[in-house]
């Protein structure tokens, strides 16, 4: 576990407050890294959470989204233009491909 994540643990703070707090010290500590997880949450699993993944992909895209794609493919050993291919389709996976690549 991160300090951070044992610090935490055992103060007052719980449920929903920790979860809140351990996610904003995480997204200060490594924004690319912190994005990079919340894309492959977005897309692990059964479905895709689209609102999420077109928001970061859109959002990130002229801040530091080469940044974020390295971070992905270092955490899960992919690249986020194969997890897009992989999970999409269409015209909407057509446009966040123009997008990451």
Do not use: C
Not at 57 to 73: M, T
């Amino acid at each position: 576990k991160q300090w951070y994540q044992r610090r935490v643990r055992g103060t007052e703070m719980s449920g929903e407050i920790e979860l809140g707090f351990l996610s904003i010290v995480k997204k200060i500590k490594n924004v690319p890294t912190y994005f990079a997880e919340e894309l492959y949450k977005s897309m692990k699993g059964l479905g895709t959470d689209d609102d999420q993944l077109i928001r970061i992909v859109v959002w990130r895209s002229e801040i530091d989204l080469v940044e974020i794609k390295g971070a992905f493919h270092s955490l899960y050993a992919k690249s986020l233009a194969d997890f897009i291919k992989e999970d999409t389709s269409g015209d909407f996976r057509s446009l966040l491909l123009l997008i990451v690549k």
